[in-house]
């Protein structure tokens, strides 16, 4: 705990006070203590239960009981949160939001699966939408692993929203909901999601432009749009030319989703997206396509941490009230940035740290 205790953020011990986590108890007397309780309950299967018990056999005292922890954990929400926003904003995960992002709330849908414990295949999928620049949870849904991920299930979502997601939200369905809610989508955009079209209404082959166009490092633009019905509807292409190094890293991942699928080696079309950073959005115009992959680039940033939550993953979920799932959910985000931090650290030296830019 010494090494987590010395990237703690300037202040988490004064916070865990001001936001009512730490309350006067002679179980549980400092920030430090709090917080080993918090990840006692994080990596012992989600128990109150059993934390309760390795508490008494681990500080071989009279520790809390089960009812006593849950409360505990549950009042630590606003706290984890607060160290978790300030340790991504130390270490760059997080940065402020650019002036021309004004007026606009800016969240990330994500899902990820969950498995208890003894279960070789996922159980359950947690569905989230975290505001980029607060990290405040503004909506969640837990429902079976076998049902997909859909912006629709998100009621939230309101005027000036800009939308940010993966490949899977990447559906004519998904963006037709955002756009009539008022708000904007980002999505990550995979091969032939949706035909496209151009404004005299002729069909446009985007994987043929792709192919002809390629250069690293350059900007692509693109106003075109999809079929609605029997309306066509705008939608903005955006894409970004990556460089030699990035190429070779997608097809890495590529190569090992393939493996893990027996679809054998990459194959042409998988070439040919490889070579970008392929959005589809509804901004406008206003908005440069630099600004629109630098937003991108920003929740690819955040999006390391969320990669590093569904490795941990785990155990007998019990919280069902809205407060114990928020301590549960920025627990286990606070638990994936320190694993991240630790990483870094470890491949980079501290004159040469840097992370990756963009999703592979």
Known sequence: MNLIYKVMPT????????????????????PEELLRHNFLYQTSGDSYGLTSALTQISENQVGLNKTAVQKRITNSGKWLKWILEHLCKQENYLTEPPQWLE???????DASDYSKQGSFNADFRFHSMVELFTLNMAEFHFTQASEGEKISRYETIQEKDIIIADRAYGTIKGMEYVVGKKADF?????????QLYTKDQKVFDLTAYLQE???PGT????PLFYKSGKKYQPVRICALGKNKKDIEKSHRHIKKSNSKKNRGKITDLQQIYSKYVLVACSLPETISVNQILELYRMRWQMELVFKRLKSIFGGEFCAKKRESVEAW????????????????RSRFSPCNQKHDDYEQ
Request: include cysteine.
């Open 186 to 194: 980002l999505f990550r955009l995979k091969a032939k999601s949706f």
């Open 213 to 215: 166009n390629y250069e």
């Open 103 to 109: 007026g606009y709330r800016v969240c990330l849908v």
């Open 329 to 344: 959910f920025y627990g286990k985000l606070l638990l994936a940035a320190i694993c991240e931090i630790f990483i870094k």
């Open 11 to 30: 202040g988490w011990k004064e916070a865990a006070k001001e936001t009512g986590a730490l309350v006067r108890s002679r179980n549980i007397r400092t």
């Open 219 to 222: 900007f692509i633009d693109m």
